[in-house]
């Protein structure tokens, strides 16, 4: 079976149903402890240009990062769904289920040449909340990082 990007997302349940969550100041998250952790372990928007954010949900680590100094056109978002309403703009999406993704690496399944070109092709990967469990968090993490690449995955 062939593994693909997701053509039409739906829209993310949880942020139509509930109230909008993001990592945001206001919903909880102290946005200086995740720069800090980067910068701890040398992790600069000049030595790590090129960021991917799995189940970005509304895009608020990619917000965080460009408030930062990150450019916004150097950042991949990963999610399954589509958020109604994203937080940073000129950054790039892509619509998949990294379970999926990590199912069909482990089956050597095919995998399209559009993601196999995002393979490898990061150096900062980001992971704050995911529902595949870890062992699969993991794994995608490492589908994308460059080998030198920094992933932070908590």
């Known amino acids: 079976m062939l593994f693909r990007e997701i053509e039409n997302p739906q829209l993310n349940p949880e942020e139509v149903r509930y109230r909008r969550w993001s990592y945001l100041v206001k919903d909880g998250m102290d946005r ?10 040398g992790v600069t928007p000049v030595k790590h240009q090129k960021v991917c954010d799995l ?61 196999k070109k995002l393979q490898h092709s990061f150096d900062l990967v980001t992971l704050f909340q995911s529902h595949a469990g870890m062992d699969f968090d993991i794994e995608a993490c490492q589908f994308f990082a460059k080998p030198e690449g920094f992933i932070l995955c908590p």
């Open 55 to 115: 189940c970005s949900g509304d895009g608020s680590i990619p917000a965080i990062l460009v408030d930062n100094g990150w450019k916004p056109g150097q950042i991949t978002c990963i999610d399954q769904f589509k958020s109604p309403e994203p937080l940073v703009e000129g950054v790039t999406w892509k619509y998949l289920d990294i379970s999926r993704l990590v199912w069909a690496i482990r089956r050597g399944a095919e995998i399209p040449e559009d993601l």
């Open 32 to 41: 200086r402890w995740l720069i800090d952790k980067l910068e701890r372990n």
